[in-house]
T-cell receptor, first 113, second 115 residues
Framework: TQLLEQSPQFLSIQEGENLTVYCNSS?????LQWYRQEPGEGPVLLVT?????EVKKLKRLTFQFGDARKDSSLHITAAQPGDTGLYLC?????????????FGKGMKLTVNP | KAGVTQTPRYLIKTRGQQVTLSCSPI?????VSWYQQTPGQGLQFLFE???????NKGNFPGRFSGRQFSNSRSEMNVSTLELGDSALYLC??????????????FGPGTRLTVT
């Protein structure tokens, strides 16, 4: 069972469309991070959200942390071909006396010109 | 500021062999984590080192091992390679172990192919 479920898993859209990616769990996280990974490269950190209900904006990307800190969403406005990539969410939680980071499987986005 | 570097970038090995991968973290980062990424399983956590001590470990067999040196550089070793070990192995460094200190900065990965 995946601790962090991301949906959708795949998305192919046209340039200019809007989209939302969801990251859901039944567990509470102390923080949640979003990454984007391009083919042949490692993931790149986009944002970290910490407070329940927190909203952060990064140009055309809007990130929200759920009030209960169990879920998060990423909304992209007017998607561009440069947004193409694998979007990963990662949640930090305490387990066995240490903080652990768990990743979702990712959402593969293709933005067609 | 230099990013995380991993060597080699590509590697082809045969079943039964062993392999050592290297990771140099961002200067000042003391935590290094290793992940295995495959299309089917996604990003799976292998282990994390902080100040030369293994702090966390994922659910991988004992064939997978690692270590961290006093300069925070890390190596991971896979012995008795199996075909299923073919994957992209990613190293990530962070300043610390919790909160914003845990924000991970990934290297480009080592693509391992086992034939």
């Amino acid at each position: 069972t995946q601790l962090l479920e991301q949906s959708p898993q795949f998305l192919s859209i046209q340039e200019g469309e809007n989209l939302t990616v969801y990251c859901n769990s039944s567990s509470v996280f102390s923080s949640l991070q979003w990454y984007r990974q391009e083919p042949g490269e490692g993931p790149v950190l986009l944002v970290t959200v910490v407070t329940g209900g927190e909203v952060k904006k990064l140009k055309r990307l809007t990130f929200q942390f759920g009030d209960a800190r169990k879920d998060s969403s990423l909304h992209i406005t007017a998607a561009q071909p440069g947004d193409t990539g694998l979007y990963l969410c990662a949640g930090e939680r305490s387990q066995g006396g240490s903080e652990k980071l768990v990743f979702g499987k990712g959402m593969k986005l293709t933005v067609n010109p | 500021k230099a990013g995380v570097t991993q060597t080699p970038r590509y590697l082809i090995k045969t079943r039964g062999q062993q392999v050592t991968l290297s990771c140099s973290p961002i200067s000042g980062h003391r935590s290094v984590s290793w992940y295995q990424q495959t299309p089917g399983q996604g990003l799976q956590f292998l282990f994390e080192y902080f100040s030369e001590t293994q702090r966390n470990k994922g659910n991988f067999p004992g064939r997978f091992s690692g270590r961290q040196f006093s300069n925070s550089r890390s190596e991971m070793n896979v012995s008795t390679l199996e075909l299923g070990d073919s994957a992209l192995y990613l190293c990530a460094s962070s300043r610390g172990l919790a909160g914003y200190l845990r924000e991970q900065y990934f290297g480009p990965g080592t693509r391992l192919t086992v034939t």
